[in-house]
């Protein structure tokens, strides 16, 4: 069985670790390969490696770096049927939808291709005699990313590309659980002609993860992943002087009003509960049913859920895949039980789902579910369940419903489906919540913006991609110039504080 390698210095490598851990094919159940888990020494080659590369890099010209980007997009887009593939068959998600995620991954690399534009300084003439200031800002060094299983090519790709072409060099940890990915879009770098060292992988878990947090030699750490470990990251890096951001978990609200065209919004919610399998950040996972709205829109879901087909990712057809480990099909399925148990009604019931083909018989699979009536005291409330697990919950006003998202404590997406432009308008500017759409369920911004939810849903101060990635991953500089000419320019100096006359 193969052993998923480390990517260092350009080239693969075991490493010095001797553990490894299973890879799973969620849709048969079995084992397909191993990863090596990566050591602190590891770590200490992957950062040496990128520091020797950050010193040619960081001096390479804005043109050769988005060069780079060029051809990188192009190798994107030319292989991403076959990287979509290595992701479903370790994911678990349905191959179209992987390309999906390449594809909106691309659009970050996309953006960077545009970076001389957003990456200009600013220039004041004659801010006192003969006195001019400009700015400019510089890479910081080597810089991490620690991503989740959900998006193995998108997350990271929210990340490397905006490090690189503003001339940081990288060090990746990707989710052990499914780590191909990584590797495929590091051989794409080679064949872009990044030079060797600019882009690393290092494989593993949490003795990786805490080295990276540690390591002297890195300055600033990307985290997207469950709010419990954004938030020891971010505490942890940034305790150790390093800059951070971090994503977190989500539980994504997506609110009902009445005047609404039901089943447009049934439609669109069911696809942005069960997409994925509901392991989306952006996931939807509580429906909001305001007023005379809910009877009609719970009739309308129960007939879209029992639509959806459940298969393996490969197979065309299928709309949702299984989960990503037995763990969590088990995790969901208990979730299922206890919102029975405390009083939800079970409309569409998911658990023990068997795909018809004995092929897929010890799969991860668990069909959509549909709990109607859920409370906020409910656990199906309170958790993030990161599965296909929709709840409803039943308000009365559009007040309430505000309310109900606003405490909350995740704050990534949430969308609104009305007619009404003063409700849209009322929502977007009330809602405490980073990501809104408005008849949009998903509503992933496009790269050149950036992508952040508040609350426990991003802990620090920064989301990632589009102008935010950039300033998180640049530093800057002001210049306050002066050439002296006139004799009056001339005149020498004074030995009270400057004023800009
Ligand atoms: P996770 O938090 O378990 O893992 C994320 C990363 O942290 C992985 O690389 C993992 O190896 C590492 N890690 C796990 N446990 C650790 C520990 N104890 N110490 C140090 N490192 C550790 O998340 P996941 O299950 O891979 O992904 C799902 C979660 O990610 C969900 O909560 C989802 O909402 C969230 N997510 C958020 C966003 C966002 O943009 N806000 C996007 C995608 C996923």
Redesign the pocket.
């Known amino acids: 069985m193969k052993t998923i390698p480390h990517w260092i210095n350009g080239s693969s490598t075991e490493g010095s670790g001797t553990r490894t851990q299973p890879v799973f094919n969620p849709a048969t159940g079995e084992q397909q390969a191993h990863v090596a888990l990566g050591s602190a020494t590891d770590v200490d080659i992957a950062v040496e490696a990128a520091s020797a590369a950050f010193e040619s890099w960081s001096e390479s010209s804005l043109s050769q770096r988005i060069q780079v980007m060029f051809a990188f997009r192009q190798l994107l887009l030319e292989h991403e049927e076959e990287l979509g593939r290595l992701i479903s068959a370790e994911h678990g998600k349905t191959v179209e939808d992987a390309r999906g995620e390449v594809m909106r991954g691309r659009e970050v690399v996309e953006f960077t291709c545009g970076l001389g534009d957003v990456l200009k300084g600013s220039y004041s003439d004659q801010v006192s005699r003969g006195v001019d200031v400009h700015n400019f800002r510089q890479p910081l060094g080597v810089v991490a990313g620690?991503?989740?299983?959900?998006?193995p090519a998108m997350?990271p790709l929210?990340m490397h590309p905006v490090a690189i072409a503003t001339g940081n060099t990288f060090v990746l940890?990707?989710?052990?659980?499914d780590p191909s990915a990584a590797n495929f879009v590091a051989d794409l770098y080679r064949r872009a002609g990044l030079p060797d060292g600019v882009f690393n992988i290092v494989h593993?878990?949490?003795d990786?993860?805490?080295a990276i947090?540690d390591h002297p030699g890195i300055e600033a750490v990307s985290?997207?992943?469950?709010?419990?470990?954004?938030k020891?990251?971010h505490r942890t890096a940034t305790e150790a002087g390093k800059r951070v951001q971090a994503?977190?978990?989500?539980k994504n609200h997506a609110v009902v009003l009445p005047d609404a065209d039901l089943d447009f919004a049934a439609n669109h919610i069911t696809a942005g509960a069960y997409g994925s399998a509901g392991?989306?950040?952006?996931?939807v996972s509580v429906a909001v049913a305001v007023g005379e709205a809910a009877d009609a829109l719970v009739e309308a879901l129960e007939r879209q859920a029992r639509e959806v087909t459940v298969g393996p990712g490969d197979a065309p057809g299928t709309d949702l895949g299984p989960l990503?480990t037995k763990a969590?099909q088990e995790r969901v399925e208990n979730a299922v039980g206890t919102a029975a148990a405390q009083g939800a009604a079970v409309v569409v019931d998911g658990r023990g789902l068997k795909v018809d083909d004995p092929t897929y018989a010890d799969g991860f699979f668990t069909g959509p579910s549909l709990l109607d009536h859920v409370t906020a005291e409910m656990d199906a409330y309170q958790q993030?369940l990161?599965g296909p697990v929709l709840a409803v919950v039943r308000v009365d006003t559009f007040d309430e419903a505000i309310e109900l998202i606003n405490a909350n404590p995740y704050g990534?997406g949430t969308a609104l489906f009305t007619a009404s432009g003063e409700a849209a308008r009322r929502f977007q500017r009330r809602v405490k919540v980073g990501m809104i759409g408005v008849n949009v369920p998903v509503p992933v911004p496009m790269s050149y913006y950036s992508?952040?939810?508040w609350k426990d849903?991003?802990i620090g101060d920064s989301p990632?991609h589009g102008p935010e990635g950039v300033r998180f991953y640049t530093r800057p500089k002001v210049v306050t110039t002066r050439w002296p000419r006139t004799a009056v320019q001339q005149a020498a100096a004074g030995f009270s504080f400057p004023t800009s006359v």
């Open positions: 620690i991503t989740p299983f959900n998006f997350v929210w940890k990707p989710s052990e659980r593993g878990g949490k990786a993860v805490d947090l985290f997207v992943g469950s709010t419990p470990i954004a020891y990251v994503l977190g978990g989500a392991e989306r950040c952006m996931a990503v969590a993030e990161f990534n992508f952040g939810g849903s991003l990632v």
